[in-house]
Each structure stands twice: as C-alpha cells, then as structure tokens.
C-alpha cells in the first residue's frame, strides 16, 4: 500500500483510539480483552484460525499463509501489527484492507461496549485490545473462513489469544520487548508458546536450544502435535533469481520444486517453509495424503508481496525498505543484501525505537554500510535523534555519521552520499550504490510514504 488521503472519519477514529494506552504501554492481562469478545458474542469463534508468534518473521509469513489459502478458494481474514501507513493494513479480508468506511463503521458498532468496559474497570482498553476486537468483529462479518493471527506482543497474555487456533506458528525466538516477556530466550519462549492450545498442530521454525525446549515442553503439556523445521519439513534447496529467489520445499506430505518467491534472503526462504508446512497442517496434509497440489502453490507463492520488508522503492542509486528492529532481523537484513544486491557502496538511513537493542543493530550496520544518516521517527517512543548520533559515533567515528532528525532531509542526504559514489547507474543495484532504510517499522513505514506520495501538480 502506498500513499493515500486518509477520510475525516478514519482521523477521528485515529484520533480516538491511538490517543488511548498504545502498543508501548503493555499491561500483561488478557481479562479485559477476554470481557470485551464475550460482550461481542465472541466473534473470534465464527470462523477457523491459525496463530503465529515468534520474535521476527511474523507478518511475512502470515502474508504467505494468507496468499496459500486464498489460493486454494478460501476466503481469508489477516490481521498482523504494526501497520506502515495506515492503521486499516492491520485488517486485512480477501487479501484487501478493509476500506476506511469499513473500519470506521465496524468501530462504531463495537464503541458502545469499549465504553461500558471502560466504565465497569479502573484500566481502559487499550488500543491493541480495540483494534484486535474490531478485527475479530468484521472477520465475522465478512464472513471469512479462516482467520491468520499474528500476536502483537508474546504469546499467552496477548490480546489475541482469546482465539483457540489449531494451527500455530512459531517463527525463530531471539531477544526483544525483554522488558515484557523476559531477558532469556527460555522466558520469552515460554510466554510464546501459550499460543499452543489443545490438540492443536504446533508448526516450529529452527529454534535456539532453550526456546525449542519450551516449546516442545508446552505441546507436550497440551497433547499438540508438533512438526519442527529441519525435521518435518524445511527449505531444501534456494537459489537467487531475478526479483526473488527459487526454492524447493519439503512439506509435510511431500516435495515441492521450483517454487518462486518474489522476495529476497534465506529468512524469507524460511518463512515459505514454515507458511507452506502451517497450511498443510490447516488442510490435514501429511505423508499419507501427499503434498498439496502443486500449480496452485507456486501460484501463490509467486503472488506474495510483503511491503517494508527488504523492498526495493527507487532506483539509481536503489533505495531498499526494511523493517529490521532488532538485531536478528537487522543480521537476516543485512545477509540478503549483501547476497542479492552486493552494492559497492551503501548507506543506511536509521531511525529506531528507545526501547530496542539499538547498539545491538549498530554494530552489525557498522562493517556493513560506508556511512550512516541517523534520523528521528514520528513514533512517541522513537529514539531521541541525538542520542541515536551519539551511540552512532561512538561506533562508525564521527566522520562516516550524518545527522538529519527530519527523515526526508536523512533519505535526501544518503543518496547524495550514494550518488557521490558516481556508480548509481548500474542495473537493479547490482555492484552499483544503494540506500537501506531500516531501523524500526515505524521509519519503514514513514519512509514508505514519503517516497510513494505523488508530486504536486506543476
């Protein structure tokens, strides 16, 4: 999605419901979220779903899964957090955002209820909670068949889990939100697999010692089945091609060859697998069965799109879009980059959030980009532009660090420093100059908008 004229009453809703405890503001108690369905005659329960957690990978992976039933004639709701623009991309039917109208319409209908539970408790609902809700509510409406969930912030006392899912998704645990879930990965771990309920399929990425331990021990408590990357299914063989990468999967009824997907690095290879292994267990694919019919899934497959996630938005000098905002996905980042578009020169714009592992990122842009253009997010918890220059400094030198608190004027100034390369003109970025943009969603996002909004008229 790109740049777009937001209604006056999506503002207003905006208006109502970010100006309540936002994503930043976690209270870990799922009561209120809980009282809010069950007054809502429990939408969530109107349809099937399968729920993802993990700490990267998520929203990617939830767009293949999505992409894969559409595929195969089902109709879909997704909902993933955050959003790059626009609030109504978190809502997702039928592979569209719902529509301003539709979103403020479903808010009104649900307003009367937030309003009783703000009255009956001393904490309000949350943001999270409202728009989680509003999801559940207009996925009934629609109706869809199948809801894809993904978790906005750990597994057992998030918002969505008031969904009984029976399939779910762990992508690969690392360290983020600690101050949450946890400063080991066996905690937050444990937090993530509250989404495995009862007789459910359990789909688990490649995961550290300690968080595959907690996993399994979870399946095991709640008698769900369990198929494990690597073992039950996985990612045989990728090659790169032209715009993406060619794979072939080993599923869990089968292999399945010459498989495209338009998006680049071996983490988004990895999210093929572990979508293509969660929708065979959604349809009780196995050995048995066989393998899911073939056309359909590289149709699917080659249909994916996943905005902000190593998304080329201009060129000569290429301008790449990621959403990196810890340091497992900025490795994952920046691996792709290197092995895709190999760049004699490249400069990152960054602007990141307070509360991440900024050194963490630092440190592995540090070998990887010439120079750094440190900016200022519009996010409330985005991290002060000087302090984001200081910790730059004290890793790059002060003369490979640029200061632009404005992210137009930072996105301006690294192709200027990209064009000074005088190379910006080969193809594709191949070998030539490029400009990552990285650091949080929320500067994917704002540069997302910038770079796609249409010029003034002459």
């Known amino acids: 999605m790109g740049w777009c004229i937001v209604s006056d009453e999506l503002r207003a809703v905006e208006k109502a419901i970010f100006g309540r405890r936002n994503e930043g503001h976690v209270n870990p108690s799922n009561e209120r979220m809980q009282a809010l369905v069950d007054v809502l005659g429990d939408p969530q329960r109107a349809y099937r779903s399968i729920h993802l957690t993990g700490t990267n990978g998520k929203t990617s992976t939830a767009r293949m899964i999505d992409e894969l039933l559409r595929g195969f004639g089902l109709r879909t709701g997704r909902y993933t957090s955050p959003h790059l623009a626009s609030v ?49 509510s207009l996925f009934a409406d629609a109706p869809v068949e199948v809801a894809v969930v993904e978790v906005g912030l750990g597994g057992s006392w998030d918002n969505t889990n008031v969904i009984d899912a029976e399939v779910a998704v762990v992508t690969p645990i690392g360290l983020d939100h ?43 408590d709640v008698d769900a089945s369990v198929a494990r990357e690597n073992l039950e299914f996985g990612v045989r063989d990728r090659r790169l091609a032209v715009g993406g990468q060619m794979l072939t999967l080993q599923g869990l009824g089968g292999l399945y060859e010459d498989v495209f997907l338009p998006l680049h690095g071996a983490h988004q290879a990895q999210n093929a697998a572990l979508a293509l292994a969660a929708v065979e267990a959604f349809f009780g694919a196995g050995a048995a069965s066989g393998p899911l019919n073939i056309d359909t899934v590289r149709e699917a497959f080659a249909a994916v799109q996943s905005p902000g996630r190593l998304e080329p938005v201009r060129s000569a000098p290429t301008i790449l879009l990621d959403a990196a905002h810890n340091p497992a996905g900025m490795r994952a980042t920046l691996a792709a980059v290197a092995e895709e578009f190999r760049f004699r020169r490249l400069i990152a714009v960054f602007g990141a959030m307070a509360d991440k592992d900024v050194d963490g990122m630092l440190e592995l842009l540090e070998p990887a980009v010439d120079e750094i253009v440190v900016t200022q997010t519009g996010a409330e918890r985005g991290m002060d532009v000087d302090e984001l220059a200081a910790a730059a400094v004290a890793l790059f030198g002060s ?60």
Do not use: H
Not at 94 to 123: C, H, K, W
Not at 179 to 206: F, H
Not at 410 to 417: F, G, Q, Y
């Open 178 to 220: 600690t101050q949450y879930l946890g400063d080991t990965v066996t905690s937050i771990a444990q937090e993530k697999a509250g989404i495995i309920k009862p007789g459910a399929v359990a789909i688990l990425a490649a995961q550290p010692e300690d968080a595959a331990i907690e996993l399994l021990r979870r399946a095991n």
């Open 88 to 136: 109504t991309e978190r809502i997702v039917i039928d592979g569209e955002p719902v529509s301003d109208e539709t979103f403020v319409a479903g808010y009104q209908e649900i307003e009367p209820y937030v309003a009783m539970l703000d009255a009956r408790n001393e904490i309000p609902l949350s943001f999270f909670e409202i728009v989680t809700a509003l999801a559940f």
């Open 399 to 458: 003369d490979r660090v640029s200061v632009e608190p404005r992210l137009d004027d930072a996105i301006e100034a690294a192709v200027s420093l990209a064009e000074g390369a005088g190379d910006d003109s080969v193809d594709s970025g191949r070998g030539g100059s490029g400009v990552l943009v990285t650091g949080s969603v929320v500067t994917a996002g704002e540069a997302r908008t910038l770079l796609s909004r249409p010029s003034p008229p002459a």
